[in-house]
């Protein structure tokens, strides 16, 4: 690709970036038959007879082939940032989000009792990580799966940051910031549940409801696992957490225990752990992107959007050669 054709791409990325912001106009036209899920926290055991609970291992077996694979060449620092993040070395942790593990159970106690919490990516309804990202590299499916394509994500974490609840885990040494400018630009590629999106495409259930033995996992049309969840709760008193949290997401918990003590109490079990991995539940919590303000942002990403869509356009051309 020559220059002028390099500053056209340029050009046509932040047109398209201004056009689509801060909502994706071309999966808005597509028909939706979006999917939801329950988890209800009064039949989730964390199984806790096994070695992982079976949600997380039928999660790490699907994707497996898709876990990050990163050249130790490039597992260093780019400028201007003084660290960077390998999980590499650490696969086979479980008890919380990491580029190798995309789904967790937090065992808790709050209100005298025992709960086992299941927790990934929420699936929001209006994604504030897909309005926000720079690359353009994250996506809906009509079936309302929330998915990062990792092959051309540059890992600049702005989906992580504006998550309300910091789902996407990062790893470097990963990426086409590797084939680009690994010493300039990008820091890996970030990973996360993809609610099994090729799976429900074909109509099959995700991994992880398939695996639970306690049926505490469930997927379904969208609207009915709303209604579901909701007469769960009024069958025990109790509450539902998602129908509002990050402005309506398609995963409704379901407890009896207020979702304020839930949060309080994997707050007080972080204790000191600042790191990313182990979402709070806050009530309530909206999206980081609102009105005035995603289109604030949208507009301050569009130069990088466009030049990284030249960058990549530059790199796809360079392969066809």
Same mark, same amino acid.
């Given at each position: 690709?020559?220059?002028?054709?390099?500053?056209?791409?340029?050009?046509?990325?932040?047109?398209?970036?201004?056009?689509?912001?801060?909502?994706?106009?071309?999966?808005?036209?597509?028909?939706?038959?979006?999917?939801?899920?329950?988890?209800?926290?009064?039949?989730?055991?964390?199984?806790?007879?096994?070695?992982?609970?079976?949600?997380?291992?039928?999660?790490?077996?699907?994707?497996?082939?898709?876990?990050?694979?990163?050249?130790?060449?490039?597992?260093?620092?780019?400028?201007?940032?003084?660290?960077?993040?390998?999980?590499?070395?650490?696969?086979?942790?479980?008890?919380?989000?990491?580029?190798?593990?995309?789904?967790?159970?937090?065992?808790?106690?709050?209100?005298?009792?025992?709960?086992?919490?299941?927790?990934?990516?929420?699936?929001?309804?209006? %994604? @504030? &990580?897909?309005?926000? $990202? #720079?690359?353009?590299? !994250?996506?809906?499916?009509?079936?309302?799966?929330?998915?990062?394509? /990792?092959?051309?994500?540059?890992?600049?974490?702005?989906?992580?940051?504006?998550?309300?609840?910091?789902?996407?885990?990062?790893?470097?040494?990963?990426?086409?910031?590797?084939?680009?400018?690994?010493?300039?630009?990008?820091?890996?590629?970030?990973?996360?549940?993809?609610?099994?999106?090729?799976?429900?495409?074909?109509?099959?259930? %995700? @991994? &992880?409801?398939?695996? $639970? #033995?306690?049926?505490? !996992?469930?997927?379904?049309?969208?609207?009915?696992?709303?209604?579901? /969840?909701?007469?769960?709760?009024?069958?025990?008193?109790?509450?539902?957490?998602?129908?509002?949290?990050?402005?309506?997401?398609?995963?409704?918990?379901?407890?009896?225990?207020?979702?304020?003590?839930?949060?309080?109490?994997?707050?007080?079990?972080?204790?000191?752990?600042?790191?990313?991995?182990?979402?709070?539940?806050?009530?309530?919590?909206?999206?980081?992107?609102?009105?005035?303000?995603?289109?604030?942002?949208?507009?301050?990403?569009?130069?990088?959007?466009?030049? /990284?869509?030249?960058?990549?356009?530059?790199?796809?051309?360079?392969?066809?050669?």
């Amino acid at each position: 690709m020559d220059r002028r054709r390099f500053f056209k791409t340029a050009a046509i990325g932040a047109l398209s970036c201004a056009a689509l912001a801060p909502s994706d106009a071309k999966a808005a036209s597509q028909p939706r038959r979006e999917q939801g899920s329950i988890i209800d926290l009064t039949l989730c055991d964390g199984c806790a007879k096994l070695p992982a609970p079976a949600c997380v291992g039928a999660c790490r077996e699907k994707n497996a082939d898709r876990f990050p694979r990163p050249d130790p060449k490039y597992l260093i620092d780019y400028w201007p940032q003084k660290r960077h993040e390998d999980w590499s070395g650490k696969r086979d942790v479980i008890n919380r989000l990491t580029p190798y593990n995309w789904t967790y159970v937090e065992k808790i106690e709050a209100a005298g009792q025992t709960i086992y919490l299941p927790r990934r990516c929420m699936h929001c309804d209006d %994604p @504030a &990580c897909q309005k926000l $990202c #720079p690359f353009g590299v !994250i996506g809906k499916s009509k079936e309302g799966a929330v998915g990062i394509d /990792a092959n051309f994500c540059m890992g600049g974490s702005k989906c992580r940051d504006v998550c309300p609840w910091n789902i996407p885990q990062r790893q470097a040494g990963v990426g086409i910031y590797t084939k680009i400018a690994p010493k300039l630009m990008g820091g890996g590629s970030m990973y996360k549940c993809d609610m099994c999106a090729d799976s429900l495409a074909n109509d099959q259930k %995700p @991994a &992880c409801e398939s695996a $639970c #033995p306690k049926n505490a !996992i469930m997927f379904g049309d969208k609207a009915d696992m709303k209604l579901e /969840a909701k007469r769960r709760a009024e069958a025990i008193g109790g509450y539902i957490y998602g129908v509002n949290e990050g402005g309506g997401t398609a995963t409704f918990y379901v407890s009896k225990i207020p979702f304020e003590e839930i949060d309080a109490a994997i707050a007080a079990k972080k204790g000191g752990d600042k790191a990313h991995g182990r979402p709070q539940m806050p009530v309530g919590v909206e999206s980081k992107l609102k009105g005035a303000d995603a289109l604030f942002a949208a507009a301050l990403i569009a130069p990088i959007a466009a030049a /990284a869509s030249a960058a990549i356009a530059v790199y796809k051309g360079g392969k066809r050669d």
